[in-house]
């Protein structure tokens, strides 16, 4: 009898978090890694936002949520979209859910039947595929190299439409690349978009604060999308809560309200003291944010500068997000002794038992010539990171 079912063996476990297991073992081992496999800022939670969450847990706000959130938190959230994102998603179509992650797997879910195709620009947030699957869905990928900046164009978004295209799934700033799509870009997919519209589009716009290029734009705010994005964000990114747990979605109403549905079998609502938090995150100062976005900027020109260095490694320009994900294809085939690197996940472990700097391949994003490397450490380990990566890249032949 088989005891696990179908869906279990046709997901992975995310590579991003595998690498960070594993660099912990060798760490245990006494060995100093240098992690740059997760993303995840390295920077506390403002004092403002904790200091909420501290009152709320003295006044006793300890008892189960509507599953949507709290009303004065969907209203903030209601606030935000429109002030910051001149998007118009009112408090009945917001939906507070466990992580940003949670609301994409809620909204997938709610829309995607057996055998739908959603198309996925390439590369991917490791999660976005598998997600897919989970719904018995079709990830339907198109590739976007190097030399778009890891973005698509409108004629690759028409020839990948099929009768069977149920959503679109993206993310701006782009987790792998740090990819930013501009608003010649956007409305260039938008225009696709508008000759067919049955295709729901899944906005991930959690690193909308960590933007080193222009403001952030929305598809939700050009003409004729209102009532077909799914907006996602939270606050794991921008307020450096990623402990937290508390993703939104502004949605049409009849997908909010079937989210909600979903979320009340799953979860139901999540923590009353985060979501108090997130209250004060959301109507509070963003200056603490602010300085997190210009370390980051910092960190990226630091290692923008020493990754230009190192022979055989190719990188874009990243304009928002804090990771890199250069083309390292130079080094498949070579050899350390008389061990081969036939692969980016290869030249991973490479570099982590070699180099001790950890990373993640590029497999994990659709791309395998390519390794993920985040910046969101210190500048002191960022350095020492891209001496190790250097030294140990040097000893392949």
Same mark, same amino acid.
């Given at each position: 009898m088989e005891t696990l079912a179908n869906r279990v063996f046709q997901i992975n476990e995310p590579q991003t978090i595998a690498m960070s297991k594993k660099a912990r073992e060798l760490a245990a081992t006494g060995i100093d890694v240098v992690s740059l496999s997760l993303g995840e800022p390295d920077f506390e939670t403002p004092e403002h936002i904790k200091a909420a969450a501290i009152a709320a847990i003295t006044n006793n706000f300890s008892y189960y949520t509507p599953v949507a959130g709290i009303p004065e938190l969907r209203e903030a959230i209601s606030k935000k979209f429109l002030e910051e994102n001149n998007l118009h998603y009112a408090p009945d179509q917001i939906v507070v859910s466990t992580g940003a992650k949670h609301s994409i797997m809620n909204a997938i879910m709610a829309i995607v039947n057996p055998g739908d195709e959603v198309?996925?620009?390439?590369?991917?947030?490791?999660?976005?595929?598998?997600?897919?699957?989970?719904?018995?869905?079709?990830?339907?990928?198109?590739?976007?190299?190097?030399?778009?900046?890891?973005? %698509? @164009?409108?004629?690759?978004?028409? =020839? *990948?439409? +099929?009768?069977?295209?149920?959503?679109?799934?993206?993310?701006?700033?782009?987790?792998?690349?740090?990819?930013?799509?501009?608003?010649?870009?956007?409305?260039?997919?938008?225009?696709?978009?508008?000759?067919?519209?049955?295709?729901?589009?899944?906005?991930?716009?959690?690193?909308?604060?960590?933007?080193?290029?222009?403001?952030?734009?929305?598809?939700?705010?050009?003409?004729?999308?209102?009532?077909?994005?799914?907006?996602?964000?939270?606050?794991?990114?921008?307020?450096?809560?990623?402990?937290?747990?508390?993703?939104?979605?502004?949605?049409?109403?009849?997908?909010?309200?079937?989210?909600?549905?979903?979320?009340?079998?799953?979860?139901?609502?999540?923590?009353? %003291? @985060?979501?108090?938090?997130?209250? =004060? *995150?959301? +109507?509070?100062?963003?200056?603490?944010?602010?300085?997190?976005?210009?370390?980051?900027?910092?960190r990226k020109e630091l290692m923008l500068a020493g990754l230009s260095q190192i022979p055989g490694i190719k990188c874009n320009h990243p304009d928002g997000a804090f990771y890199f994900f250069p083309d390292i294809s130079h080094f498949l085939g070579m050899h350390f002794g008389s061990e081969k690197i036939e692969t980016a996940t290869d030249l991973c472990m490479y570099l982590l038992n070699e180099g001790h700097v950890s990373m993640v391949t590029g497999e994990a994003f659709g791309n395998p010539n390519c390794l993920r490397i985040s910046y969101a450490t210190s500048d002191e380990k960022l350095t020492m990171a891209i001496e190790r990566i250097k030294n140990a890249l040097a000893k392949l032949a």
């Open positions: 198309i996925i620009p390439t590369p991917y947030w490791v999660s976005y595929s598998e997600m897919v699957k989970l719904a018995e869905g079709v990830p339907a990928f198109i590739d976007a190299p190097l030399d778009q900046n890891y973005k %698509i @164009t409108a004629q690759q978004l028409q =020839a *990948a439409i +099929t009768p069977k295209s149920k959503a679109f799934l993206f993310s701006s700033p782009c987790n792998p690349t740090g990819s930013v799509y501009s608003k010649d870009e956007l409305e260039s997919l938008v225009e696709v978009f508008r000759k067919h519209p049955e295709i729901i589009i899944i906005s991930d716009e959690i690193y909308e604060y960590i933007n080193f290029s222009s403001k952030h734009i929305s598809i939700g705010t050009f003409a004729g999308m209102e009532n077909r994005v799914i907006t996602i964000n939270g606050l794991s990114k921008g307020f450096a809560m990623t402990g937290w747990r508390l993703g939104y979605m502004g949605a049409p109403k009849e997908i909010a309200q079937a989210c909600e549905k979903i979320q009340s079998q799953f979860t139901s609502a999540t923590s009353g %003291i @985060t979501q108090k938090a997130a209250v =004060a *995150a959301l +109507t509070g100062s963003r200056e603490p944010s602010f300085k997190m976005v210009e370390a980051f900027r910092r």
